[in-house]
Nanobody
């Protein structure tokens, strides 16, 4: 059974940085496309970034492009989200998701992912 465990959230001032991690078990980063999503209070879950299992191509939401970087370590079956120049509007619970059957047009839709972690809180505040 596939399980995802996120870590690395916390409280950071505006302009600061955080690195989130997500480890997959029961599967590998070579066989599952891995995505990051976030959900702020009272809002819907939204796409942040994704890395495809074939080729490792990454895609980002416009709101984080140029500030966030997603990467993976296949030896550790772990993906990372490096978040720089954080803003208060980045405050949310960040979720890791995985699926092995996604097509390009489905990468940004949470409903298309079969597996989810429990999330980690990121708070950007002074």
């Amino acid at each position: 059974q596939v399980q995802l465990v996120e870590s690395g959230g916390g409280l950071v001032p505006p302009g600061g940085s955080l690195r989130l991690s997500c480890k997959i078990s029961g599967g590998t980063t070579n066989t599952y496309t891995m995505g990051w999503f976030r959900q702020a209070p009272g809002k819907e879950r939204e796409f942040v970034s994704v890395i495809r299992h074939r080729g490792g191509n990454t895609y980002y939401a416009d709101s984080v492009k140029g500030r966030f970087t997603m990467s993976r370590n296949n030896a550790r079956d772990t993906v990372y989200l490096q978040m720089d120049s954080l803003k208060p509007e980045d405050t949310a619970v960040y979720f890791c998701a995985a699926d092995s059957q996604l097509i390009l047009s489905s990468l940004r839709f949470p409903s298309q992912y079969d597996y989810w972690g429990r999330g980690t809180q990121v708070t950007v505040s002074s």
